[in-house]
């Protein structure tokens, strides 16, 4: 029970080399929390079908955004400004015309799995 932190040590394991197993593939607690926040993010239909044409169509603006997914611009606006915020997204001006692109290289991993992903029954 080599990885059982020091304040877990007095508990009892069925299996010593299991709970040394379950600790390993849990890993790091930031990114175990950083990996819940981008669950989080992704969480919401919206938000997550936003980052999916993004992901698909490249730099995007907000109102080409909105016509695709069907979300009214100034919620599309909102929904940016939260995955900007949490770095999901990047913004790129092109002329007066605001594109939004994926930044976050570890969701757009994850949405590719999601994109070629077929229905599920």
Same mark, same amino acid.
């Given at each position: 029970m080599h990885l059982i %932190? =020091?304040? /877990?040590a007095h508990r009892s394991a069925i299996d010593e080399h299991t709970v040394c197993d379950a600790i390993?593939?849990?890993g790091d607690l930031a990114r #175990?929390? =950083?990996?819940s926040d981008r669950f989080a993010l992704l @969480?919401? %239909?919206g938000r997550l079908a936003l980052l999916l044409a993004v992901h698909r169509a490249g730099p995007i603006a907000v109102s080409d955004l909105a016509l695709a997914t069907g979300i009214r611009d100034t919620a599309v606006s909102q =929904?940016?400004? !939260? !995955?900007r915020a949490a770095g999901a997204v990047v913004a790129e001006k092109d002329g /007066?015309? #605001?594109r939004y692109r994926l930044h976050d290289q570890e969701i757009a991993e994850l949405l590719g799995g !999601? @994109?070629?992903a077929g229905p599920t029954a």
């Open positions: %932190p =020091a304040e /877990r390993e593939g849990i #175990v929390h =950083a990996w @969480s919401d %239909p =929904a940016l400004r !939260l !995955l /007066r015309i #605001v !999601l @994109s070629t």
